[in-house]
């Protein structure tokens, strides 16, 4: 596969080590560090860490293992759309499945247009926690802090903008120049500041309640729901049908083992999440703030609970430059899919369609950020009934992560589990009888019905 059309050259991976690094940091994101832990801290701690780990090996391994197959077997693509194409057309099926790869597309472009704000708030906060803005403060006064960030369109704005010039000089680098040279930097630092801020709060937080809370599960609190939470967190945050890992297979040679590194990716992913875990929940119980305190539990209740600790603002800025690392390293990742098929369909350079994209997602980008004060009651949406309600920014997270990835996932494992033949998919994967049975039993049955099941929830919900 033609990294990117019109270059006239393939690029591959150009060890095993990058590739892996730079898969693990698109999947390790604020998923990972912002959404795991509350989540966790809402539906009992340890028992839905339980399940969530179930749902990771089972639902997330087999998913992620086709779609680098899909890029692998497609050797003349240069997108996930053109991707699933070209495999299709090698088994002569239907050039439509075509669209499952551009549904991956949309979805994560739409995503862009919310995490990119995002970001952006990371790179506020650890501005503010660098000048110790957080030092003494308070429940009131975190409040405070986060609402005047998300009414000031000027301040989210730069921000934004910021993280588009930034990921748009990584990826028009290329693989090598760019993407490779990015994660080399930004996942160690993601790792030792993790650890920094474990080893942190395990000398000045209730690290014993911390372990109690996500190691001692309570098996009563498992029930339907912390299934479908847990599968819906394990899909996401893997990065599943996000036409990511399809772009990512494509540059990956074919003598490594798809197999053994989607392994190694899910428990980096979820090593991350749970070290997450560790790093925050012994500051929340040290200061006697709960657990379940939802969404803001990172923005707004870690600063309370690192502001009066020995240490504080400098922890407060590693812990923030640690949600940089994490946003960085999935915005890279996001943004290469969006490129690879601005190329292939416009016939452009890498360096032109990372412009064209950039501009656009800038552009695009600039309605999400005043979806969140100035045009915050302007729901454009609102006639349909699942957006009922939503702001801009509201509705571009829920048509991609709740719609748009659940029915992409569930077409991938129709289009690799049942439409491919059996034999193409053994020979791609390279696994043994045995193996390749598991492989075929969880993305047949399993795979489709577990996301089934979380999209027709949500969607009924």
């Not at 690029?11 to 990972?32: P, Y």
Request: hydrophobic content about 55%; aromatic content about 12%.
């Amino acid at each position: 596969m033609a990294a990117i059309a019109g270059e006239g050259k393939i690029e591959n991976w150009s060890s095993r080590l990058t590739f892996l690094m730079a898969s693990i940091g698109f999947s390790v994101g604020l998923g990972n560090i912002w959404r795991f832990p509350y989540v966790t801290g809402e539906n009992g701690g340890a028992a839905f860490v339980l399940v969530y780990l179930a749902c990771a090996l089972c639902i997330g391994v087999p998913l992620v293992m086709s779609e680098w197959a899909i890029g692998r077997r497609a050797k003349n693509a240069a997108s996930a759309a053109g991707s699933f194409k070209e495999v299709a057309q090698q088994n002569n099926l239907s050039s439509r499945w075509s669209g499952v790869g551009g549904m991956a597309i949309v979805a994560v472009f739409m995503m862009m247009l919310t995490y990119t704000v995002i970001t952006g708030w990371t790179l506020d906060y650890f501005t503010m926690a660098v000048v110790g803005e957080f030092k003494g403060i308070n429940a009131e006064q975190s409040k405070v802090v986060f609402n005047e960030l998300m009414s000031d369109p000027m301040r989210l704005l730069f921000w934004h903008s910021l993280v588009i010039v930034i990921i748009m000089l990584v990826n028009a680098r290329g693989l090598k120049g760019g993407i490779e040279k990015a994660v080399s930097i930004l996942m160690p630092s993601l790792f030792v500041c993790l650890i920094i801020m474990v080893i942190y709060a395990a000398a000045v937080g209730d690290f014993e309640a911390a372990v109690n809370f996500l190691l001692t599960p309570d098996f009563s609190q498992i029930t339907g729901e912390t299934f479908l939470l847990a599968l819906g967190q394990a899909f996401f945050s893997i990065g599943i049908a996000m036409a990511v890992m399809v772009t990512y297979g494509s540059y990956l040679p074919k003598k490594a083992s798809i197999a053994q590194n989607a392994f190694i990716v899910v428990f980096a992913d979820t090593l991350v999440a749970m070290l997450a875990g560790f790093a925050i929940f012994p500051l929340v119980f040290a200061h006697g703030l709960t657990p379940d305190a939802g969404a803001g539990l990172v923005f707004q209740v870690l600063p309370i609970a690192l502001g009066d600790l020995p240490g504080g603002q400098l922890f407060t800025a590693i812990f923030f430059l640690l949600l940089i690392a994490a946003a960085f390293t999935s915005c890279i990742g996001n943004f290469e899919p969006i490129i690879a098929w601005v190329a292939e369909k416009f016939s452009f350079t890498r360096k032109k369609a990372t412009f064209v994209s950039g501009l656009v997602m800038w552009l695009l980008g600039i309605s999400s950020v005043l979806s969140l004060n100035l045009i915050k009651e302007f729901q454009p949406f609102g006639f349909i009934s699942l957006l009922e309600g939503k702001t801009i920014f509201e509705s571009l997270d829920y048509i991609s992560a709740s719609i748009l990835l659940p029915i992409g996932g569930f077409l991938t494992a129709i289009f690799v589990g049942w439409r491919i033949p059996a034999k193409e998919m053994k020979a791609e994967l390279g696994l043994k009888k045995s193996a390749f049975l598991a492989w075929q039993v969880l993305i047949r049955y399993l795979v489709p019905v577990a996301i089934a099941i979380v999209f027709i929830s949500g969607v009924t919900a």
